[in-house]
């Protein structure tokens, strides 16, 4: 599956995330709204940066490349760190883990909604955000097939395809 089909899933299912949320727990405000889609974005192709010539691995390079410039000229050491972390795991992922290997199992998607946590200087993270984040990182690995039950023998990039959906 590419990752324009991803992200149309991913969107999919934050928008009915999104709706369910507003119903149940009533407006969530226009910040945290907004804040979405590029999580949605983010999360529905995050798996992926496992592979060097996915488009998440590049963005994640052009961010930590944004942010490292803007932090030495504008000396704001925020920016140097975020972008040391967005470049340090890009680099690790792409290139120590295979490809639907570690980033494709359970345990990431529990672990990576966390790194949200990174940007709470920005944005207030809410355990709906969080949710949204998870979700979207479950979207991409149903979508590529993994079953649910993965197992820690999936690190090493082999897994059953017999729930693939596209």
Known sequence: MNGKEHLLFGYLAG?????????????QGVKQNLALIPIIYVFT????IDHKMSSITWNFFAIAFSLLLVGLVK??????VLGTIF???????ATLFKHRGITHSVVWVFFSPFLLLLLDKYITITPFLLIVAGVSYWVHLICDGIPLKVSFKSWSGSYDNKFRIM
């Open 87 to 93: 470049f340090g795991l890009t680099v690790v992922a």
């Open 15 to 27: 928008v009915v995330l999104a709706v369910g949320a507003q119903i149940l727990i009533g407006f």
């Open 75 to 80: 000396n704001w050491n925020n920016f140097l």
């Open 45 to 48: 192709l995050l798996p992926d």
